[in-house]
Each structure stands twice: as structure tokens, then as C-alpha cells.
């Protein structure tokens, strides 16, 4: 007689075990059993409140601002790096969104756009447009013809990217 736990309790002590506001997609748990498995066990956590589903294939566990009394969505990045992970691509933010972030600028992007190697996509979450734009890596002979023509082009750098 197995003693294991039921597959959403593996799923929800993993996610705890994270920390809240991380965003989750049914790759994220692929080593726990079949694809089938995984979204009935996710769409069971969504049932129960445990989870929020924020868009196809994107789950959301969300934080609680205790003096604004209201649940916190997603980090717009924590969205950009499960849609990397669905889709087994790179993603790195675009240059006005990175220099908000490095505090080069004070102004705060309107739209979130990130390069990609993966197609160029838009993902609505809520009220959030996602931008996926594919570039072509340094070193790839797509991102070397810019450089042959003596052509600026948007190129993702190999290194330092997140899978």
C-alpha cells in the first residue's frame, strides 16, 4: 500500500516551499507525474482558492497586502519567466524596462516588452500585455547579418540570459 500523497499536495508544498507571488505553469511540475495529471491537480487548487489562473497554462500564487487588505498580483517579470519556461526559451527585458530596474531611469515603461529567441507574442494577463519579441542571439548568423551591413539590430546576448 502507497503511502504517497495525493499529486496536488506534492504541487502545493512545492509551491510553499517557494514562496508567494511566483508564477507556475504545468511544466513547473512535470516530475511529478503525466500532463493530464498535473492540470487536473492544478485546476483543483484553482477550485479550492489555493491558486489563481491568470491565463492559459499560468498560475498564480498570489501575496496578501495585509494594510491595503487586497491580494497582490504577479510581478510582471515573474509572468515573462513562466512563459520562457512554457515555451523553453530565453527571455531578458527590453532596454527601457532594465533600466527602470537598474534605476538608470525614473521613468516606468508603459508597455513590458522583453526579447526572446521564441516567437514574437503578445500574452494579455489581466490588464498586463506582455511583448515577446523575437531577436536573434549574438553569434547566430541571423544576428551576425546586422553586423555584416553595418546594420544596428536588436540582439539578445547568450550570456546572462534565464531559461
Do not use: C
Request: aromatic share 6%; hydrophobic share 35%; no cysteine.
Amino acid at each position: 500500500m502507497s503511502h504517497e500523497k495525493p499529486l496536488w499536495m506534492r504541487i502545493r508544498a512545492r509551491v510553499n516551499k517557494r514562496g508567494r507571488g511566483r508564477v507556475y505553469t504545468s511544466k513547473d511540475f512535470l516530475d511529478f507525474g503525466s500532463r493530464g495529471s498535473i492540470d487536473m491537480a492544478l485546476s483543483k487548487l484553482v477550485s479550492d482558492g489555493q491558486l489563481k489562473r491568470i491565463g492559459r497554462g499560468l498560475y498564480h500564487d498570489p501575496r496578501f497586502n495585509k494594510w491595503l487588505g487586497l491580494e497582490l498580483g504577479p510581478e510582471v517579470d515573474e509572468i515573462a519567466q513562466a512563459l520562457a519556461r512554457q515555451t523553453g526559451s530565453r527571455v531578458v527585458p527590453s532596454g527601457a524596462v532594465a533600466a527602470s530596474w537598474l534605476g538608470l531611469s525614473t521613468q516606468v515603461p508603459a508597455k513590458s516588452i522583453y526579447l526572446t529567441d521564441a516567437r514574437t507574442r503578445q500574452v494579455r494577463v489581466g490588464n498586463t500585455v506582455i511583448t515577446a519579441k523575437h531577436v536573434a542571439p549574438q553569434g547566430s548568423p541571423a544576428g551576425k547579418s546586422h553586423e555584416r551591413h553595418g546594420l544596428p539590430g536588436p540582439e539578445i546576448p547568450r550570456k546572462g540570459l534565464r531559461r
